[in-house]
Each structure stands twice: as C-alpha cells, then as structure tokens.
C-alpha cells in the first residue's frame, strides 16, 4: 500500500496512462482505509498565476480532484510554507514560489495546464518540480 503520493483522478485528462508492473498490484489506502487501485501515471506541465511552471508525475486513482503530497513535495527539495499572509510552496534551490489560495478549509494551486503526457517520458520523476517558463523553449 502506498501512502503518500500525488494523485489525479481517473478520466481528468485526456491521454494514455503509462503503466508498470507494479501498477497492477500497487494500492493506495484512504483516511478510513479504503483501497483505490493504481492506474498508472500521467505528467502534468502547468503554469501558475505567478508564472511559474509546475512538473508533476501523478498517480491516476479513483479520487474526486487531484491531491499533491507535501511529503512528495518536500522530498524534491521545497519548502511548503502555510502563513497567515499566504500560504506558498518555494523551490529551495532556485528559490521560485508557487502561492496557494485557502478555500473551506482546503488549500489550493491555482494553475493553467500547459501539456499532460502518459508517454515514457512520465516515468522519470528526475528534473526540477517547478521553475521559469523559459525552460519549456
């Protein structure tokens, strides 16, 4: 059972999933310890309302909207910060930030999807999760 990853719903994009062996047999566990099967995985490329560009590989599974994992998050070298004045997410290297807004008690991304792939390229979780848009040139 695998607990802490990024997730998107199953059908919210449009394109094949990549698939591995151990797609077939992974499960994610919910809150109550419900299991939801792993679909595969898709590469998502978005663009916040700060400019900034998000890469992100998530696991495709039976939830509602998509969830990113601050544990996946802080594991690639970012800082999630949740501050009174905004909560944000910094890149500890280049020191870019993603804001996030509040909502009922949810916090959220705003972002404009640039490019999802389920091609091979989505298996690499190597590469910087965030950075200028330039680097899409």
């Known amino acids: 059972t695998r607990r802490s990853s990024d997730l998107v719903p199953r059908g919210a994009f449009d394109t094949q999933l990549v698939q591995t062996a151990r797609t077939r047999s992974e499960v994610f566990a919910t809150a109550s310890g419900q299991r939801m099967p792993n679909y595969g995985k898709q590469r998502i490329k978005g663009l916040s309302t700060s400019g900034t560009l998000l890469n992100i590989t998530a696991q495709v599974t039976d939830v509602k909207k998509p969830l990113i994992s601050v544990q996946e998050m802080v594991s690639k070298g970012n800082q999630v910060i949740f501050k009174t004045d905004g909560p944000i997410i910094r890149n500890c290297e280049s020191g870019l930030g993603i804001p996030m807004v509040e909502r009922g008690g949810q916090y959220l991304i ?25 680097s899409l040139l």
């Open 110 to 134: 705003e972002l404009e999807i640039a490019a999802v792939s389920g091609d091979s390229a989505a298996s690499s979780s190597s590469g910087p999760i965030f950075s200028r848009p330039e």
